[in-house]
C-alpha cells in the first residue's frame, strides 16, 4: 500500500486558499483534487514530472471536471505545481512529500526482478540436470578420415563423392552488357536519387531556417537552447509554422498581459512552445476583455507569470503567513 506525506496544516494554509478561490471551490474539495493528483503521481508519475502530459490528463488524474486549463494555471498559481524556465513542470517539492513511498516501490520492485531471476536460474539448473541425465538413442560410431572418408555405422548412407573447389572451372568471361541492373532496386545514392541522409539533412536546415524565424519575432529571447529543444520535438509542417508565427504577433498586438510592465509576464519561448500556446483563445485576453478586466491579473494567462511557492511547512516550524 502506498502512501504520502500530508500535513494537518494543508487545511489553513495560504496556497489552500489561494487555490480554491481561483478554482471557486471549498477548502475540502481543492485539497481533496490535491490528494488525488499525489496518488496518481505515486503510480504514473513517480518523479513529480508533469511535463510531457496534456493539461486534462492532470485535471482528470486529479478528479477535476471543470476546465483543464484554468485547474493546470491554478495550480501553478498557488504553488502546487513549479514551472521552470526550460516548461518543465513538476509537483512542487514531490520528493519531500512521496520520496519515502517512491523509495519503498523501487525497492519492492527491485525484490521482485531479483526474486524472479532466482526462479528462472533454479529453473535452468533443473532442466540443465534434466538433461544431462536423459538418455541418448543412436550410434555415435561415425569415424571421418579424409575426403574419401569411410564412415562406420549402421546408416548405410550413400556418400556422394564431392568435388573440391579448386577443380571447378569457374567462367569469368560476363560482359557488362551481360548485366542488367535496375534502378528501383538500388539504394538511392547509387540509383541517382536523393539518400535518406541529403533528405534528413534537408528537413534539419528548414527546422532550423524556421525556428530562426520564429525567435526573430518572439519578444523574450530567454533560453534559446530550451527553446530550440522544444521547437525540434514540435517539427511543425508549414501549416503550423504559419500558425505558431501568426499567433505569437496576435499575442504581441492583443494579450494585454504580454503588454505589461515592458513584458514582465511574457512566457519563456521554451514554456510557450511546450504548452502550445499558439492554440490558446486571446478571446479573454485582449484589451478589454472580461477575465482581464474582472480579474487583473498577470499570473492568469500562462504558467510563468505564477508566484513561486515558498512550498509545504515542517510540523515542528512557525507557520509562515507572506504566502
Not at 474539495?29 to 508533469?50: E, S, T
Not at 519531500?96 to 517512491?102: F, L
Not at 530567454?222 to 505558431?244: T, V, Y
Request: net charge negative; with cysteine; glycine share 6%.
Amino acid at each position: 500500500m502506498a502512501w504520502i506525506t500530508s500535513s494537518q496544516e494543508l487545511r489553513y494554509h495560504p496556497k489552500t486558499k489561494r487555490l480554491a478561490r481561483r478554482l471557486d471551490l471549498s477548502p475540502a474539495a481543492a485539497i481533496g483534487h490535491l490528494h488525488c493528483l499525489w496518488w496518481w503521481a505515486v503510480d504514473y508519475a513517480p518523479d513529480g514530472d508533469l511535463s510531457d502530459l496534456e493539461d486534462w490528463e492532470i485535471a482528470d488524474a486529479a478528479g477535476y471536471e471543470g476546465d483543464s486549463v484554468d485547474f493546470v494555471m491554478a495550480l501553478v498559481y498557488s504553488g502546487f505545481l513549479d514551472n521552470n524556465e526550460e516548461g518543465r513542470l513538476y509537483i512542487h517539492d514531490w520528493s519531500e512529500h512521496a520520496g519515502q513511498t517512491i523509495e519503498m516501490l523501487n525497492r519492492t520492485k527491485k525484490n521482485n526482478r531479483d526474486r524472479q531471476r532466482r526462479y528462472r536460474e533454479k529453473r535452468r539448473l533443473a532442466k540443465e540436470i534434466t538433461d544431462s541425465n536423459a538418455d541418448v538413442t543412436g550410434d555415435s560410431n561415425v569415424i571421418v578420415t579424409d575426403s574419401n572418408a569411410d564412415v562406420t555405422g549402421d546408416s548405410n548412407a550413400d556418400v556422394t563423392e564431392i568435388t573440391p573447389l579448386h577443380n571447378i572451372n569457374i567462367n569469368n568471361n560476363t560482359t557488362q552488357d551481360n548485366i542488367t541492373q535496375d534502378n528501383n532496386s538500388l539504394p538511392p545514392s547509387l540509383a541517382g536519387g536523393e539518400s535518406e541522409d541529403q533528405a534528413q539533412n534537408k528537413r534539419t536546415d528548414l527546422q532550423q531556417k524556421r525556428f530562426a524565424e520564429f525567435w526573430s519575432v518572439y519578444p523574450k529571447k530567454k533560453s534559446k537552447g530550451s527553446a530550440e529543444k522544444a521547437w525540434n520535438k514540435i517539427k511543425p509542417d508549414k501549416q503550423l509554422f504559419e500558425k505558431i508565427i501568426k499567433a505569437v504577433g496576435d499575442n504581441i498586438r492583443l494579450n494585454t498581459t504580454w503588454q505589461k510592465d515592458n513584458g514582465q509576464f511574457i512566457p519563456y519561448p521554451a514554456t510557450w512552445l511546450n504548452a502550445k500556446g499558439w492554440e490558446d483563445s486571446l478571446e479573454d485576453m485582449h484589451i478589454g476583455g472580461e477575465r482581464g478586466a474582472e480579474n487583473n491579473d498577470p499570473g492568469a494567462s500562462h504558467y510563468t507569470a505564477f508566484r513561486q511557492s515558498s512550498g509545504f511547512r515542517k510540523a515542528n516550524t512557525e507557520p509562515n503567513t507572506d504566502n
